[in-house]
């Protein structure tokens, strides 16, 4: 399966700021990443899918030009939440597609808005 | 199990006995499962998946069992352990064919006694 390494693992950032998460793929070359988003105790649910070398699609009810991912190489994609606010306060989780096989995901990072 | 609000359904069971935790999707045309392990303040650990021609399938302590009939997937871990405890997703694919994109369930909360 696909290893997945996330960055930050947690952050903490002033409403109003801007913050960059990292998803790489460490072993193969991936040409497309899923951003989820999780609140506690609740499922995960699919923010947007990321193209390498073309826009993202988003999923409806996201806001595209809050949450910006670039894929700009196979092997890293990211998601920056511009602007935060306390209610973008989550757990946001990347995931790496192959081919006939399941999706592996990162471990995730955890956002705090103050 | 059925989620009710923001709680998660819970299944609490002693050390070395047999779990079944169960899901129900919705959509038909899912061809697809997954089910994931998820431990606190992590990413979803791929446990087990099934294909929609098949109505079982093992792996190691785990079994998969899919009812199309009525759209319900369950996941049997044998001699269930105190690592075991985490939350349990099941996942489906609505994309046609493709791996990629999962819509998630709401969880099961799974808490072993030793």
């Known amino acids: 399966g696909a290893v997945v390494s996330q960055h930050p693992s947690w952050v903490i950032c002033k409403s109003g700021t801007s913050v960059k998460i990292e998803c790489r793929s460490l072993?193969?070359?991936?040409?497309?990443m899923f951003w989820y988003r999780q609140f506690p105790k609740q499922s995960l649910m699919l923010m947007a899918t990321?193209?390498?070398?073309?826009?993202?699609?988003?999923e409806q009810g996201v806001e595209k030009d809050k949450f910006l991912i670039n894929h700009a190489s196979l092997t890293l994609s990211t998601l920056t939440v511009t602007s935060a606010h306390p209610e973008d306060s989550s757990f946001y989780i990347c995931?790496?597609?192959?081919?006939?096989?399941?999706?592996?995901f990162g471990n995730g990072t955890r956002l705090t808005v103050t | 199990g059925e989620s009710v609000g923001l709680h998660l359904p819970t299944l609490s069971v002693q050390e070395g006995d047999n779990s079944i935790i169960n899901c129900a999707y919705s959509?038909?045309?899912?061809?697809?499962f997954i089910w994931y392990k998820q431990e606190s303040g992590k990413g979803p650990q791929f446990i087990i998946d099934?294909?929609?021609?098949?109505d079982k399938r093992q792996g190691q302590r785990v079994t998969v069992l899919l009812n199309k009939t009525v759209k319900h997937l369950s996941l049997q871990i044998a001699a269930t352990q105190p690592g075991d405890s985490a939350v349990y997703f099941c996942?489906?694919?609505?994309?046609?064919?493709?791996?990629?994109?999962?819509?998630f369930g709401k969880g099961t909360l799974l808490t072993v006694n030793p």
């Open positions: 099934i294909r929609s021609n098949m």
């Open positions: 995931s790496v597609g192959r081919l006939n096989s399941p999706l592996h």
């Open positions: 990321s193209n390498e070398g073309s826009k993202a699609t988003y």
């Open positions: 959509n038909s045309a899912s061809d697809y």
């Open positions: 072993d193969f070359q991936a040409t497309t």
């Open positions: 996942a489906e694919n609505r994309g046609g064919g493709s791996n990629y994109k999962l819509t």
